[in-house]
């Protein structure tokens, strides 16, 4: 078991254990709910038998996500909140048209995949459309940006305390300034979020892009308050 403030490496079975962002997403599950235990992932097995079922290899950024969370209903889209991403479990991979899904949007049809013959790679570029059967195209130029970026999301709204803001031109520095990267700028860059943390606080931030937007998920009402004071920012407090 992991307490807040700090996450643990653990071997899921594989080769190497965690290669892309294991840890990162423990970092995520701590800040949000407290701690993270081994139960939270699947086991080593049944990632390989996904891979063995649909004969093609599985990219170690989706085998990290489901060592770490694909026991968790938050992180892997199932907790019900509205606009979060399905991660499909390693027994409900699919490939469809030549492309290997493995997410899918919760109200509506789009999709995302990687290309079966890339999915050898460690980390391997997401395409996307926006229903089964339509046009492919690039989303995210890697698969661990895209998973690292949805699993803040999740988390994010499935926090009790939300607020939200739509930037102005440099106000993303202030949200910089003020929250860490999800390990890196770079970690999270090459797709059209980009995910914050702050563990001490227990608050989480995605931005995107396409709508100039931030949201934030705290555990406790006064980490939003204490950012809103130390920002200016106008935030915009969601009931939950």
Request: with cysteine; hydrophobic share 35%.
């Amino acid at each position: 078991m992991i307490a807040v403030g700090g996450a643990q490496s653990v071997d899921d079975g594989s080769d190497g254990g965690y290669s892309v962002i294991g840890e990162l997403l423990q970092d995520v599950m701590v800040t949000a709910y407290g701690e993270w235990t081994p139960e939270n992932g699947c086991a080593a097995a049944e990632i390989a038998a996904a891979g063995e079922r649909l004969g093609t290899g599985l990219p170690d950024a989706l085998r990290d996500y489901y060592a770490v969370a694909g026991r968790h209903a938050e992180l892997m889209g199932a907790g019900g909140h509205e606009h979060t991403l399905r991660i499909h479990d390693p027994g409900h991979l699919t490939v469809e048209d030549g492309w290997l899904v493995f997410c899918g949007e919760n109200q509506w049809s789009a999709q995302w995949s990687v290309r079966p013959d890339d999915a050898d790679w460690s980390d391997p570029r997401v395409d996307g459309r926006a229903e089964p059967g339509g046009k492919w195209y690039s989303e995210c130029r890697r698969l661990s940006a895209f998973l690292l970026n949805v699993a803040c999301r999740q988390a994010v709204r499935s926090l009790p305390y939300q607020a939200t803001c739509r930037l102005r031109k440099g106000q993303l520095e202030t949200v910089e300034s003020l929250l860490g990267y999800l390990g890196s700028r770079e970690a999270c860059r090459g797709g059209d979020w980009l995910s914050f943390i702050d563990r001490p606080a227990r608050v989480l931030a995605g931005y995107s892009y396409i709508t100039s937007t931030v949201r934030l998920g705290a555990v406790a009402p006064d980490a939003l308050a204490s950012f809103r004071e130390r920002s200016g920012l106008r935030l915009k407090t969601e009931d939950r």
